[in-house]
Antibody, heavy 126, light 107 residues
Framework: LQLQESGPGLVKPSEALSLNCTVS??????????WGWIRQSPGKGLEWIGS???????YYSSSLKSRVTISVDASQNQISLRLRSVTAADTAIYYC???????????????????WGKGTTVIVSS | DIQMTQSPSSLSASVGDRVTITCRAS??????LNWYQQRPGTAPKLLIS???SLHSGVPSRFSGGGSGTGFTLTISSLQPEDFATYYC?????????FGQGTKLEIK
């Protein structure tokens, strides 16, 4: 399974950022997986943006949830990210990732991100 | 949101050293804790899930432990390819959250 992010590399302030993640070598039509987006600002750590769970429910970062929408199009094998009203602080590398899970030795069913795309750089600038 | 705090933020070590990185959660997350490695210019890679389960293909010199609010990632004998940044991440609840990262550098 491979994930490939795509979208404009340059977005103007106050506009919307739209990215796609294309899944190859597998299907989005699975009740096993969640599909999500993570970003990394220059020189900074990883920031979870949000995910669509296997039941179709979206979950978002508390700091971004007023501006973000993540959706899954199984017919196109794509996961989409839309981030509205961007500023320079949204400049980052954006990764998509598959989240899967299994039963841990502790008995918990633990989710983890096991497949990542290579990332796409988005710069917010006029 | 659950806050994840790693220590140290950076660490200098030599090839062959044993190193341990700590991750603390702001509330109990049982063993819903994952570790990732990120080399410069590349995407993160999963190392350990469920606090202590080594992901397929990850060398056995990596190990993880802990439960509740305190966790560790240990590399038993550092190899040149291990110099990277390491992140913990909780999957106990959404929103998922990452630690701020620990950069492991060559001494």
């Amino acid at each position: 399974l491979q994930l490939q992010e795509s979208g404009p590399g340059l977005v103007k302030p106050s506009e919307a950022l739209s990215l796609n993640c294309t899944v190859s070598g597998g299907s989005l039509n699975s009740y096993t997986y969640h599909w999500g987006w993570i970003r990394q600002s220059p020189g900074k750590g990883l920031e979870w943006i949000g995910s669509v769970y296997n039941d179709g429910s979206p979950y978002y970062s508390s700091s971004l949830k007023s501006r973000v929408t993540i959706s899954v199009d199984a017919s196109q094998n794509q996961i989409s990210l839309r981030l509205r009203s961007v500023t320079a602080a949204d400049t980052a590398i954006y990764y998509c990732a598959r989240e899967t899970g299994n039963i841990a030795p502790s008995g918990d069913f633990c989710y983890y991100m096991d497949v990542w795309g290579k990332g796409t750089t988005v710069i917010v600038s006029s | 949101d659950i806050q994840m705090t790693q220590s140290p933020s950076s660490l200098s070590a030599s090839v062959g050293d044993r190193v341990t990185i700590t991750c603390r959660a702001s509330e109990s997350i049982n063993t819903y804790l994952n570790w990732y490695q990120q080399r410069p210019g590349t995407a993160p890679k999963l190392l350990i899930s469920s606090a202590s389960s080594l992901h397929s293909g990850v060398p056995s010199r990596f190990s993880g432990g802990g439960s509740g609010t305190g966790f560790t990632l240990t590399i038993s004998s550092l190899q040149p390819e291990d110099f990277a940044t390491y992140y913990c991440q909780q999957s106990y609840t959404s929103p998922r959250t990452f630690g701020q990262g620990t950069k492991l550098e060559i001494k």
